[in-house]
C-alpha cells in the first residue's frame, strides 16, 4: 500500500475510528503521570508520621532477612513481651530467662499488622533504596544540602500508584451503580482530592488499605447483581461470600481497626445475599477468621496479646493515660483501665467532633455535601440503594470506632494519620454525589448543550481548587522542624548497630539512624533506670519535641524525676544530675537539642 493512503487511513482511524478512543486514553494517561509529577515537584515532603517512619524501619528489617522485628522500642512493647516470657517460665517451673523482654536481641514487633510492611518489604527488594542522605544529586540536594530523602520518595511513588489504582475502581464501581457520566465524573473527583494526595506522600497503609476496600465493595456488587438473576448460581455466590471474607481478613491485617468492618459485610449478606444468606454470611466469617488467626496465634505466642499494643489503643487518650504515656510506660496499670467511664468519655468527646466537622472535612468537598443531601433519594438502580445502605452501616461503624481508637496521634496530626477511617468512605461518597449532581442537572433547564458541559466542568474545578492550591506555592519537601535526616543519621553514626539509644521520636532514629532505639520514659529516674538496667542506655538524644517544652508548667515547675526537672537540673548546673550514665555531649546540639552518650564518640 502507497504510504499516502496508509497515513490517510491512520489519520481517519485517530479521528473517527477504534483508534480515536485509544488516544483519548492515551492521552489521559499521559494527563495523570503529568499530575502526578507536578504533586511530586512541588507539593510532596518527606515522611512525617510516626506510624509512616515505623512501618518503613519495619520493612527494611524484613526485606535484609532480619525478621518481623523492629528497632523502635516502645516502653510497654518490652513490658508485655518480658510479663508475658516471665509468666511461661514460671508457669513451667523454670526461672525468667536472660533476655525476657526481647531487647538485646532483635526485639519482636507486636504494634504493627503485617501486610503493609511485607508490601514494603519487597518494594525495598525491587527499587535501588539508598538509605543514605544524598546532597549531590540536584533532584535529591538543593544547593549542596539535603532535601528529598529517596526511600521517603520512592514509598510516595508506590502510594501514588495506588491511588491511581483506587482512581480505576472507582471508575468501574460507578459505571455499575449508575451510569458512564458518572463514572468519569466520579473518577475525576477522587484524582483531584488533595487529601487522598496528601495520603500518598504520608508513607500510611491507608491508600492500600482504601484499594482492598474499593475491591471488597465490588464483590459485594457482585453478590447482590447475582442474588437477583433469575438463576442464581450457588457456587458462584458462595466463591464471591468466601472473596469478600478474605478481603475484609487482609483489611484486618493491614490495620487493624478495619477487622470490624466484617460487621456491615455480614449484616450485608444477610439482608442481600439471596435464599442463601446463612451459608454465605459462615463462608464469610470462617475465611475472616482464617485469615486472622495465624497473625493472632503469632501474637499470643509473642507477647501473650492478640493485637500486641495496638490491642490497648482504646486505652490511650483517656484520662488514665493521656497523650503517649501508655506506650511509655514500663509497667503500667492496665488493671486501672477496666472501668467503663474512660471509655464512655472518650467516646462522646471524639464522637462530637467527628459529627460536627471530620465528617464535612473527611476529603469529599463539595461532592460530600451532595452525598450527605441526596442520603434520602430513591435511586433508579437497585445496586446503588443497597450499596449506599453498606455505605451508611460503614460511616456509622467507622465514626464509633475512629472515636474510640483515637489517641495522640490524631492530636499530632488530626487529617493525616492512621486512625482516620472515615477517609475510606470518599470514593465512595464522591461517587453518590456525582450521581446525586447528575440528577439535579437533568433537572436543570438550560438555553443550549454545551451550557451543560460548562455546568459539569465548574463543578469539577470547584472540587479540584484545594489541590490546585497546593500546587501553585511549591513546597520545602524537608518536614524540618523537627525532623532533619542528616542530623539523626550523624548522631546515630556514632553508636554501633548492637547499642541501644534513646529519644523521644525513636521512630526517626530507627527509620533514618537504623540504630535500636527505646521511647523517652516517662521520668528520669526510675523508669529510665529500670530501661537501662534490661540493656545500658549508650546514648540519649532528646529533640525540639522536649527542648521546647513549655517553661514554667513542664520545666521550672516540673517534678524533680521528670524530664523536665532533668532538663532544669542540666541547664542551672550545667552539667548532668549525679550518678547519671550519659555525661558527654558534642558541640552544635544546645539549645535546640540535647545529645549525651557514654562516652565521647565524635
Known sequence: ??????????????????????????????????????????????????????????????????????????????????????????????????????????????????????????????????????TKSSFWANNGGFWRYQPDFFIALFNEALLLIIVVLTFFLAKSLFDSNVAWLSAFLVLGCELLWRFSASGLSTLLLLAIFMVLVLFLLEIERSSRESKPRPGWLLGLAVAVGVLTGIGALTRYAFGWTIIPVVLFLILFSGPRRLPHMLAALLAFTLVLAPWIIRNEVVSGTPFGTAGYAVVEGTYLFPQFQLERSVQPEVALAMRIQPYTQKLFANLRGILTGDLLKSGATWAGVLFFAGLFMAFRSTGARRIRYFLLM??????????????????????????????????????????????????????????????????????????????????????????????????????????????????????????????????????????????PIQALYLTQQTMDCKFVTEMMNAPERSWGGFLKQTLNDKRVPDKFPLTKAPPGYWPLELFLADRQRW
Not at 43 to 54: G, H, Q
Not at 407 to 435: K, M
Not at 438 to 447: K, R, S
Not at 486 to 496: D, N
Open 1 to 134: 500500500m502507497p504510504s499516502s493512503p496508509m497515513i490517510q487511513m491512520l489519520i481517519h482511524k485517530l479521528e473517527v475510528g477504534t483508534g480515536s478512543r485509544y488516544f483519548r486514553y492515551f492521552a489521559l494517561a499521559v494527563g495523570v503521570v503529568g499530575l502526578a509529577l507536578i504533586y511530586d515537584l512541588r507539593a510532596y515532603r518527606n515522611l512525617s508520621a510516626p506510624e509512616a517512619m515505623d512501618s518503613a524501619q519495619l520493612a527494611r528489617n524484613i526485606s535484609e532477612g532480619k525478621g518481623y522485628s523492629t528497632l523502635f522500642l516502645r516502653p510497654f512493647s518490652l513490658y508485655l513481651v518480658q510479663k508475658h516470657h516471665t509468666a511461661n517460665n514460671a508457669d513451667t517451673g523454670t526461672n525468667a530467662p536472660p533476655d525476657a523482654a526481647r531487647i538485646k536481641t532483635a526485639h519482636p514487633d507486636i504494634s504493627n499488622p503485617p501486610v503493609y510492611p511485607l508490601l514494603l518489604a519487597g518494594l525495598m527488594k525491587i527499587l535501588p533504596f539508598d538509605y543514605t542522605t544524598n
Open 394 to 535: 460503614c460511616l456509622g461503624l467507622f465514626a464509633v470506632v475512629q472515636s474510640l481508637g483515637r489517641t495522640q496521634l490524631s492530636e499530632v496530626s488530626p487529617e493525616i494519620n492512621s486512625e482516620n477511617l472515615l477517609v475510606l468512605l470518599v470514593p465512595l461518597v464522591l461517587v453518590f454525589g456525582a450521581g446525586f449532581f447528575f440528577t439535579l442537572l437533568d433537572q436543570m433547564t438550560l438555553p443550549f448543550v454545551q451550557l451543560r458541559y460548562a455546568v459539569i466542568a465548574g463543578f469539577v474545578t470547584l472540587c479540584w481548587l484545594p489541590l490546585v492550591f497546593a500546587l501553585v506555592i511549591k513546597n520545602d519537601p524537608r518536614f524540618y522542624p523537627p525532623y532533619f535526616p542528616p542530623v539523626v543519621q550523624q548522631s546515630a553514626s556514632w553508636m554501633q548497630p548492637e547499642e541501644l539509644m534513646m529519644s523521644d521520636w525513636p521512630w526517626a532514629v530507627a527509620w533514618y539512624g537504623q540504630r535500636q532505639c527505646v521511647w523517652l520514659t516517662l521520668d528520669a529516674q526510675d523508669d529510665f533506670y529500670t530501661i537501662n538496667n534490661l540493656k
